[in-house]
């Protein structure tokens, strides 16, 4: 994780490759990268969010994360996987826990994503940053 001299703690590629490690051992599917230039264009993607969008906010750049994951498909199996939990490792280093069920127990995260991967959304990016923002919870306030 960079902290970049912004008001946010940023994750690297490295960051982003262990947790899609880590989502296959959880859940199954294929290890390894397809290409790791993808990788790098998504984690530089939500990088670039908070650099020259004024208007962003944590969640913004967190959806950037499950996004251009999602979107690039730089692993062999599991970016939407990769994407979420892109998106969820960088609100909790930045004191926001996402509490990720609905009133069945599902995960309304699993569900954004699919909408994402089917393009239901008119502005994804958008749309998924209000989904975390429903979804959250605020440990500690951050001070730059």
Known sequence: MTDAGLAFTFLTVEDVLSLHEDAINSWGGTHGIRDRGLLESAVGAATNVALYNEAADVYNVAAAYAYHVAQNQPFLDGNKRAGVAA?????FVNGIDLLDQ??????VLAKAMIDVAERRWSDP???LADVLRRLSGTRYQRVP
């Open 102 to 107: 609905d009133e069945d127990g599902e995960s």
């Open 87 to 91: 998106a969820a490792a960088f609100l």
């Open 125 to 127: 990016r958008r749309t």
